[in-house]
């Protein structure tokens, strides 16, 4: 049992996630922060008829500590959505500052919780908290976590459509490593199980993978102006986290995918270093979890040429992202 705390808890996100949170049970405590309408929210899902407390602040009297204090798991959906025609990317002016504050917090209230973040950009947002703990010599890279379970979620949906038979969605899987965004966003389809029918055509493989990697457009546009994907979000955030908190709970054989710091592997990320050919600090792959955090980052498998084209397509973006994060927290005066 772990006390999880939400913060941006009375977002598009946080709402439905937290409501996921408090059905279960596995969490004994669940603490909602956000600069607005957590009162409410924490007041609404306190009627549930579930063992966890629940409790919502702001930031006053230090309402962000008091939601921290004690927590084993936290959960970042707080910052700005896309709109159409943005790009992940965009959000960096407004999220970075969100989560660089939020991540002070952590360090100095709970710096022993795991850190699960979903605000965009995933690519830079996680260097940033990395950054934050690093500076206040807290940082443990088993124990921080980009969300990019949404991106699995889809791929099983989409493959599972192609496939043609919606009922085979929640047993599709398809490794997607790499990072949370556009062409950093690289679904294995090589490696799908059930596999793709024996020739499959190329130009049907590239729309599969074009729409896995911008599956968060396909939102954008649909919602037209009001936000980025929220209630698939709350779905894939609340499994991802479900999955860490049984491994804090000693269960064995957890295996999620994530977008963690290299250093979190045993023997630091030298291998898959080697397989994506360079040196990179932070990628997305699936990870083996245990009680302390990140016991193992499992390898990519063997790809494709098409798909190793795809990884070198999509390497200098991510590099990119990562060092801008870093240097948003480096370079701060
Ligand atoms: P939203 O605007 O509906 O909610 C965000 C919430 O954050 C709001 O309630 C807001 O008040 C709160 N907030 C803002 N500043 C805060 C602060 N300093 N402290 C605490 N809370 C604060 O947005 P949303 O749709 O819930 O999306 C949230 C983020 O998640 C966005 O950055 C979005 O891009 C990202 N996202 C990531 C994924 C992923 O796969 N990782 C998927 C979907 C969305
Ligand atoms: C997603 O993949 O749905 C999220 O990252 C939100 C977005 O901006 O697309």
Avoid: W
Wanted: proline share 7%; net charge neutral.
């Amino acid at each position: 049992m772990v006390k999880a705390v939400v913060l941006g808890a009375a977002g598009g996100i946080g709402q439905p996630l937290s409501l996921l949170l408090k059905i279960n049970p596995l969490v004994s405590e669940l603490g909602l922060f956000d600069i607005v309408n957590t009162p409410g929210v924490a007041a609404d899902l306190s009627h549930i008829s579930t063992p966890s407390k629940t409790a919502g602040a702001l930031p006053p009297n230090d309402g962000l500590k008091a939601t921290l204090k004690g927590a084993q798991v936290v959960v970042i959906p707080a910052g700005v959505p896309r709109k159409p025609g943005m790009t992940r990317d965009d959000l960096f002016k407004i999220n970075a500052g969100i989560v660089r504050d939020l991540a002070i917090a952590i360090a100095t209230t709970c710096p022993k919780a795991f850190v699960l973040v979903i605000s965009n950009p995933v690519n830079s947002t996680v260097p940033i908290v990395a950054e934050i703990l690093k500076k206040h010599g807290v940082f443990d890279p088993k124990r921080l976590f980009g969300v990019t379970t949404l991106d699995v979620v889809r791929a099983s949906t989409f493959v599972a459509e192609t496939l043609g038979d919606q009922k085979l969605a929640p047993k599709v899987t398809v490794p997607v490593v790499g990072g949370h965004s556009g062409v950093t966003i690289l679904p294995l389809l090589s490696q799908s199980q059930p596999p793709l029918p024996a020739g499959f055509a190329d130009d049907k493989r590239d729309e599969l993978v074009k729409r896995i990697q911008f599956g968060g457009d396909e939102v954008v546009k649909a919602k037209d102006g009001a936000g980025s994907a929220t209630l698939s979000m709350a779905y894939a955030g609340e499994r991802f986290a479900d999955l860490i908190i049984r491994a804090i709970g000693g269960e064995k054989g957890i295996v999620a995918p994530s977008y963690v710091n290299l250093a979190a592997d045993k023997d630091g990320g030298e291998g898959l270093k080697k397989a994506i050919g360079k040196e990179l600090e932070y990628f997305s792959a699936r990870v083996e979890i245990g009680p302390e955090g990140v016991e193992k980052i499992l390898p990519l498998g063997n790809l494709s040429t098409y798909e190793e084209g795809l990884l070198k397509a999509a390497l200098p973006e991510l590099e990119t992202n990562i060092a801008k994060g870093v240097e948003f927290i480096q370079t701060a005066k």
